[in-house]
């Protein structure tokens, strides 16, 4: 099924550790992002993508780069994980259209990284 | 800066009452405005959206939102809940020309049968 495909889905660090995390769409979305969720706060916004080749931070990018590897791929890198960084991870694309409700208008997330720093 | 107030942190209700979950976000300008759910262990789903047009939007599983420009307002509303809409719900905005989503910080709806 199209969609989202999030990699690992759990993952355990040590702090210090580097990993990235991987996110594959195949809808031919032109934007994705990189979200974190954090019990009550919300989804934040670490980074995202307008297009292939532009990366833009979030809010909350410190920690944190990433790559937007061709139009399908956009990896997120913790390069030395802190506790800080527990949370659970989304990455989400859509069609890019601004304004328009077209059929790219809605985001679709992947089903999440669980990421734990000890 | 946009930014996206959900007041409602915590909803305990019975099943058969009616919800209402309030929205409201901060930007002068033209938005998109979103409703997300997040069922227990799951990602995010998408319940509805306003772009433009009737002010009124209705979702899926029965959930409508109104549009109030002059309150900044996006407010959920269900006429009678179910069990199975135990979730999180999530309000989200995005202006006009850019791409970037920002989402409130959550509400977590309990239904009770």
């Known amino acids: 099924n199209a969609g989202v495909t999030q990699t690992p889905k759990f993952q355990v660090l040590k702090t210090g550790q580097s990993m990235t995390l991987q996110c594959a769409q195949d809808?031919?979305?032109?934007?994705m992002y990189w979200y974190r969720q954090d019990p009550g706060m919300g989804l934040r916004l670490i980074y995202y993508?307008?297009?292939?080749?532009?990366?833009d931070k979030g809010e909350v990018p410190n920690g944190y780069n990433v790559s937007r590897l061709n139009k399908r791929e956009f990896s997120l890198r913790l390069e030395s994980a802190a506790p800080s960084q527990t949370s659970v991870y989304f990455c989400?694309?859509?069609?890019?259209?601004?304004?328009?409700?077209?059929?790219?208008?809605?985001?679709?997330f992947g089903s999440g990284t669980r990421l734990t720093v000890v | 800066a946009q930014s996206v107030s959900q007041h409602n942190h915590h909803v305990i209700l019975s099943e058969a009452a009616s919800l209402e979950l309030g929205c409201n976000y901060s930007?002068?300008?033209?938005?998109?405005l979103f409703w997300y759910v997040q069922y227990p262990g799951q990602h995010l789903q998408l319940l509805l959206k306003?772009?433009?047009?009737?002010?009124l939007v209705k979702g899926i599983k029965g959930f409508e939102a109104e549009f109030i420009k002059s309150k900044f307002s996006f407010n959920l509303r269900k006429p009678s809940v179910q069990w199975s809409d135990t979730a999180e719900y999530f309000c989200?905005?995005?202006?006009?020309?850019?791409?970037?989503?920002?989402f409130g910080t959550g509400t977590r709806l309990q239904v009770f049968p």
């Open positions: 989400a694309s859509s069609g890019g259209d601004r304004g328009s409700p077209g059929p790219g208008s809605g985001y679709t």
């Open positions: 809808m031919n979305h032109n934007s």
């Open positions: 993508s307008a297009s292939e080749g532009t990366t």
């Open positions: 930007y002068g300008g033209t938005v998109n």
């Open positions: 306003y772009f433009s047009g009737d002010p």
């Open positions: 989200a905005v995005k202006s006009y020309n850019t791409d970037k989503l920002i």
